[in-house]
């Protein structure tokens, strides 16, 4: 096990009614930026509660932040925070809606161009508005840790970032709020929280045995939760289930001393950049392609993915394909499509993605820097 | 699953040589109180360490607080830390190290009777001398929570506390330091943090998906090694694994959204209290006992805990069965003793133990107040 340090000081109120807490959590006199999506939120009743919430606080709104949020989009919030001087911002949305509300927490008091944020993946924030969060897509485990995503529209580049303040102080999860989402963001949430999982997980054998088995967990609770909650939404157990596997897949306790890999986040970034995939949707198409590319490589761990995970008792390299099958069949079992035949895409995305990785300067991926532009072609071509 | 709030602060700092962290979490011009235990700190070079990372800074000590610190003692800290007008406590030890220091950082700004802060649980604490921890044996889980437990010599109370303001600032967890210990003291710890586990996870089915496998994770990677680590205490990663794992069983994370239990620890705490039985001692004792009297009221979750855990495959009958007999095993293949016999007490222990709690008005115990005084009978009764 690797040497690490860990803090997570997100407060997380999870529940029926939970949106109540926001009273507790933000200054009174506070003036706050409360930011959304495409409206969804006034729609399902969120908005209204959130607003009841809030009481008497000034409010300034800041909607519209589109999925994969824009850096173009956020930069017009800056400008509204500034000009507002809010003291706190409030995210009231999915993942995308946090991210992007992450970001323009920096960029306000950043001085020089907040594209640096980006490309610095925001070492260069040294202070953040304060930024409580009410989630109502389970899925990228934003709500309880300091990343966070933007999209360059002009330029096609979807980079990741990270920050000690980013954390949201607060953040509310109400599996209630998420009934009415349709089945297809809860499917893609379901892929994204098992991804994530993986991407920290399937590595080579690093003996985190605590690591391993919690990381086993969350696959084991996606797998018996998500099909549930696609088929009966409103069964609250089931959802809260798979909202709180979300958060834990990337709440940073299943990686600490433990090496990570990333490659099928990196490959999907560029794919949703390039032809405007769903996130969820990159995955489910990488992910069995990037593990077949392992085999030899990270034989063991896969051997104890497929042992514990998908409880497989053949032979081990029949076990191994076994897993590799099963998990590619769990994500089309949700409804999600693993090829990228299944989006409309042909062979000649993969050059199109290896260029965006050259041109990102991503010339290898993956734990110990395995996985080459080659060897992403060929994992890309098991996808087709 | 029920609704929850969750945040744990304690920044960790785990792995080797990780003493050094302190110099970036304490002040420099903080003036701090180093508690410590009965001076095996100074012999295996700990305090060495620690003094080199705190550098200049003026440092206090209060040394020689004992196994289930004394209130008694405490209070002469508490003496201490105001005369000295300290600004900081570094507690470096154990479980009781910790625990002791942190009613100590509550009771230096305390008006009335410090017994009163034990006697409320410690909600009459409002304010706090920040506090970090160097844990030099792997327990309790005191080092990522804000528990706190410490025993009145004078009356023979042995009772429990916990306060948000309890939570170490930080804590450095390096396995090495540990290397030194026992194997008495990591063989209690290992069913310490194993029976932590089970009084979370022996619930009624409350449909905790992940909690539920975190647990399992847990026990399964004490049941794994645990006896490894007794037999090879200088292997890093197993004693890496073990600790790394007391530290999640009581940091919160397997409780949340459901009910616990916790009478094993009830009734534990009055042997200590009575006899001076060593606390992993008594929980090895009561927890197979424990278990046989929910056979009927837990029986589904009885019946998970023998196929998850122990891999039990026969009926469900025979599954509880072995599950619990295997429980018991564990403990004394650990060289831990699990009748009272084996700590030279007889049945006249019974009537005190059920005294004790009746003296502490614990007229009942466990989830819902399932176990009463009768039952406390009937439950050490099988532990003779």
Known sequence: MDNFEYCNPTRVFFGKGQIAAIDTQIPREAKVLLTYGGGSIKRNGTYAQVKAALG????????????????????????????????????VGGGSVVDGSKFLSGAVFYEGDPWEIVLTRASVVKKTLPLGAVLTLPATGTEMNGNAVVTRRATKDKLGMASPLFFPRF??????????????????????????????????????????????????????????????????????????????????????????????????????????????????????????????????????????????SGSDEAAVDGAIARTRAFFESLGVKTTLAGYGLGADAIPAVVEQLRRHNRLTLGEGDMIDLDGVTRILKRCL
Chains 1, 2 share one sequence.
Request: aromatic fraction near 8%; charge should be negative; proline fraction near 6%.
């Open 171 to 312: 953040s509310v999860l109400d599996p209630e709020l998420t009934y009415s989402l349709p089945p297809r963001q809860i499917a893609n949430g379901v892929v994204d929280a098992f991804v994530h999982t993986m991407e920290q997980y399937m590595t080579y054998p690093a003996r985190g045995s605590v690591q391993d088995r919690f990381a086993e967990g969350v696959l084991l609770t996606l797998i018996e939760e998500g099909p549930k909650t696609l088929a009966h939404p409103t069964d609250y157990d089931s959802r809260a289930n798979m909202m709180w596997a979300a958060t834990m897949a990337l709440c940073g306790i299943l990686r600490v001393g433990m090496p990570g890999d990333w490659a099928s986040h990196g490959i999907g970034h560029e794919l949703t950049a390039l032809y405007g995939m769903d996130h969820g949707q990159t995955l489910a198409v990488v992910l069995p392609g990037v593990l077949a590319e392992y085999r030899a490589a990270k034989h063991d761990k896969l051997l104890q993915y497929a042992r514990r995970v998908w409880g497989e």
């Open 56 to 91: 008497g606080r000034k409010v300034v709104e800041f909607g519209g932040i589109e999925p994969n949020p824009a850096f173009e989009t956020m930069l017009k919030g800056v400008d509204l925070a500034r000009a507002e001087k809010v003291d706190f911002v409030l995210a």
